[in-house]
């Protein structure tokens, strides 16, 4: 993101020598300002048909969810959602971390939506960019597993079903949590993870060739808990 009297999410793309690629928005550098306090969630695909990022946007009263789709020459995709953004608000904070595209080219996305704490999120798009009401309650699935939740990674399983993994407080301790869906946004299983003492949370998440989770986070050192170190784990989902 870049600051230029209001935070603006910044997408750059170079060429393989490491230069900027000026085919891309016209100077390699896309500036998208959605309005105030605009914060950059994680880049979500890179496609053939164009660039999906992900955040938050402050629409003057409180934060939305905001996914925003770039066309492949850097510019808006005015086909998504509304010239290209498309925005989830459900009162007061939300932000997505994640998102990933399923086979039918809908956006799966992760994050966070505060109401008295933060929930877990996981909404589903159409490849329009509008809320799809085959999926949860209106496009959007909320987990309330306790105080402060938050999803950071999305991966869909060769089935079609749904692993939302990311942490939640746990008694002023940060716990991994993985959440379970089917393609319909029905939740099948939700469970803490602890990967360790101390402190841990799961902020990547990937599906290797045999269908089993593997996992990237963090944890704290079990000989100096002032440490964090990586964490890798791999799960089979029955």
Known sequence: QAFNGN??????RRLDDGQRDNTFSGSGLASVDMGNKDQFGTLGAVTTAGILVVGQSFNGASFDGTLL????DGFP???????????????DTDRYFAAVLDTSGRVVSGGQAR?????????????????????GTAGIVR???????????IA????????????????????SVIA???????????????????DDAIQDLQIDHHGRLV??????DSVDPTITDFVIARFVVP
């Open 7 to 12: 935070f603006n999410w910044i997408i750059e």
């Open 69 to 72: 789709r770039l066309k492949p």
């Open 77 to 91: 995709d005015g086909t998504f959602g509304t010239s290209g953004l498309a925005s989830t608000d459900l009162g």
């Open 115 to 135: 109401a008295t704490d933060d929930d877990l999120l996981i909404t589903r798009h159409t490849p329009a960019g509008t809320p799809d009401p085959s999926f």
């Open 143 to 153: 987990i309330d597993r306790g105080p402060d939740e938050n999803v950071r990674a």
């Open 156 to 175: 869909i399983l060769p089935d079609g079903r749904i692993v939302a993994a990311g942490y939640r407080d746990n008694a002023g301790e940060t716990i």
């Open 180 to 198: 379970l869906l089917d393609s319909a946004g029905t939740v099948l299983d939700v469970r803490d993870v602890d990967l360790g003492p101390g």
């Open 215 to 220: 996992a990237l986070g963090s944890v704290d």
